[in-house]
C-alpha cells in the first residue's frame, strides 16, 4: 500500500481512540494493518470501525 499522508495517520489515530461500545477493541497496529486503499480512488483509505467502513481521504476528511 502507498504510504499514508500525514493528515491521514493523524485521522486514523483519531478514529481509532473514539468510543468502541460494545465492540472488542484490536491493538492500533492491528486495527491499521486492516486498512485499505479504495477501489478508483487510491488517495481514500478504507478502515472497518464498529461494523461500518471509514473512508479517510488524503487530506484528513474522514468520512462513512
Known sequence: MKRLTR???IALLS???R???KFEKPSYLQWRR???RMIGDDRCILVEWCDMWV???ADGY???
Request: hydrophobic letters at 30%.
Open 19 to 21: 468510543d468502541w461500545g
Open 62 to 64: 474522514a468520512h462513512t
Open 34 to 36: 486492516n486498512a485499505r
Open 7 to 9: 493528515e491521514q495517520r
Open 55 to 57: 473512508g479517510i481521504e
Open 15 to 17: 478514529v481509532y481512540h
